[in-house]
T-cell receptor
C-alpha cells in the first residue's frame, strides 16, 4: 500500500533556531499534503494544506511566516519551523492524499517529535 | 464550523469485553468518516472508512456505523484484547477534503 515517510522522527533544537521536517510520498504522487500538530493528550489540529506548485493554505490562527511550507514536487512537502520556541514543541504529522482528490484515501506519516530547548 | 466530539475520553475494560466508542459531528455535510488508531508517540493507522452514503463498515472484530443525519458514528470492538489498547480517533472529511478530528478515546484493555 501507499507509504508516507517523515523525517526526522525526533529532533531537538535550541530556542531561536529553525528546523525542517520532510514529508515524502514514497510510491505515489501527492498533489495535496496536509500538516497537523498534536499536543500531548490532544487531538490532531490541521495547520495547513500544502499544494504542489502553489502556496500553502493555512488554517486560522497558524502563522504562515513561522511555519513555512514548501511543496516543490509531487512527492515532497517540507515544514520549516522558524525561530522555534519551547511552546512549538509538539508532534507534527503529515498526510498525503492519493491523486489529490477529495474522498481518496489519505495516508499518514509516522510523525515527527519536535522538542525546543 | 465542523466540530467532532468523542465520548468517552478514556475507557478501561477487562479483556474479552465488547465495547462501543462514540463520535458525533455538528455538520452533516461530510464526504466520509474515518476511524483511526494511534499508538503512543506514533502516527495514525486507518481502521475503517465509511463513505457518506454508507451506513456501516466491518473489518474483523471492528464495526463502524454512520448516521449522517443525526451526526453520529460508533466504533464497536468485539472481544477486546490487550493489543487493542491505543487511542482511537474519529475524523470527518469535509467537502473541501480536510479531515477534522475528534479528541480521541484512550482505550486500555486489561489482561
Amino acid at each position: 500500500g501507499a507509504v508516507v515517510s517523515q523525517h526526522p522522527s525526533r529532533v531537538i533544537c535550541k530556542s531561536g533556531t529553525s528546523v525542517k521536517i520532510e514529508c515524502r510520498s514514497l510510491d505515489f504522487q501527492a498533489t495535496t499534503m496536509f500538516w497537523y500538530r498534536q499536543f500531548p493528550k490532544q487531538s490532531l489540529m490541521l495547520m495547513a494544506t500544502s499544494n504542489e506548485g502553489s502556496k500553502a493554505t493555512y488554517e486560522q490562527g497558524v502563522e504562515k511566516d513561522k511555519f513555512l511550507i514548501n511543496h516543490a514536487s509531487l512527492t515532497l512537502s517540507t515544514l520549516t519551523v522558524t525561530s522555534a520556541h519551547p511552546e512549538d514543541s509538539s508532534f507534527y504529522i503529515c498526510s498525503a492524499r492519493v491523486g489529490g482528490l477529495a474522498g481518496n484515501t489519505i495516508y499518514f506519516g509516522e510523525g515527527s517529535w519536535l522538542t525546543v530547548v | 464550523k465542523q466540530e467532532v466530539t468523542q465520548i468517552p475520553a478514556a475507557l478501561s475494560v477487562p479483556e474479552g469485553e465488547n465495547l462501543v466508542l462514540n463520535c458525533s459531528f455538528t455538520d452533516s455535510a461530510i464526504y466520509n468518516l474515518q476511524w483511526f488508531r494511534q499508538d503512543p508517540g506514533k502516527g495514525l493507522t486507518s481502521l475503517l472508512l465509511i463513505q457518506s452514503s454508507q451506513r456501516e463498515q466491518t473489518s474483523g472484530r471492528l464495526n463502524a456505523s454512520l448516521d449522517k443525519s443525526s451526526g453520529r458514528s460508533t466504533l464497536y470492538i468485539a472481544a477486546s484484547q490487550p493489543g487493542d489498547s491505543a487511542t482511537y480517533l474519529c475524523a470527518v472529511e469535509d467537502q473541501g477534503g480536510k479531515l477534522i478530528f475528534g479528541q480521541g478515546t484512550e482505550l486500555s484493555v486489561k489482561p
